[in-house]
């Protein structure tokens, strides 16, 4: 187990046993540029490229143990980047599950999906990556049991609202808060706010 691993779950970070198999098995080193691979294993956000960073993994360890992501759901990657959460959630969902993946930067969603087949998830049926824009989320393959937002917005689109199963979870960040949804009817939410958080936009046409 890697020294960051080892340090999130000191710090409270990580605690469910699928998301700590999957920060173990799943090296953040192969979703960063080449020049900053020695960085790779620090706790702090790093860029990737055309002003997007891949998160620091102490937040994404927060937001996933807030999603509780499961074998075998539907789960939706808003904001895929680097590939990094992408491939998270689909050592997680395995092979009974699906992961979209959704990026609307064309250079990017390629970047992410090139780290992602390193560990043979699209091969297996696992991932499936798209260039969209995040806000509207991926109708075509919804309703999802959960849904991961990787930047920030004002406020939770609709159409992610609207995407979500009864039941199902979606975390996202919304200012400087990560904001956790749990869909308790067709028109009924539960949410809940945790502030002192930054992220880069959700960049909304």
Avoid at 30 to 40: G, H, S, W, Y
Avoid at 156 to 180: T, W
């Amino acid at each position: 187990m890697s020294k960051l691993v080892n340090d999130l779950m000191r710090k409270g970070y990580l605690k469910n046993d699928l998301i700590i198999d999957a920060f173990s098995e799943i090296n953040r080193i192969e979703f960063v540029p080449k020049e900053l691979e020695l960085e790779a294993e620090d706790d702090v956000a790093l860029p990737i490229g055309f002003g997007q960073t891949i998160s620091q993994p102490l937040v994404v360890a927060f937001m996933m143990e807030l999603l509780e992501p499961q074998r075998g759901q539907n789960i939706l990657d808003v904001g895929t980047g680097s590939g990094w959460t992408t491939a998270l959630l689909a050592y997680i969902a395995g092979k009974d599950g699906k992961v979209i993946g959704i990026e609307r930067i064309k250079e990017l969603k390629e970047f992410g999906e090139k780290n992602v087949q390193k560990f043979n998830f699209i091969e297996k049926g696992i991932v499936e990556f798209y260039e969209a824009e995040g806000s509207k989320g991926f109708p075509e393959k919804a309703p999802f049991d959960r849904i991961l937002v990787s930047a920030v917005s004002y406020e939770v689109p609709q159409a992610l609202k609207d995407q979500l199963k009864i039941g199902g979870k979606l975390v996202m960040p919304i200012r400087n808060s990560i904001v956790y949804v749990e869909k308790k009817g067709e028109t009924e939410f539960y949410k809940e706010e945790f502030p002192g958080f930054y992220f880069v936009p959700l960049i909304i046409d």
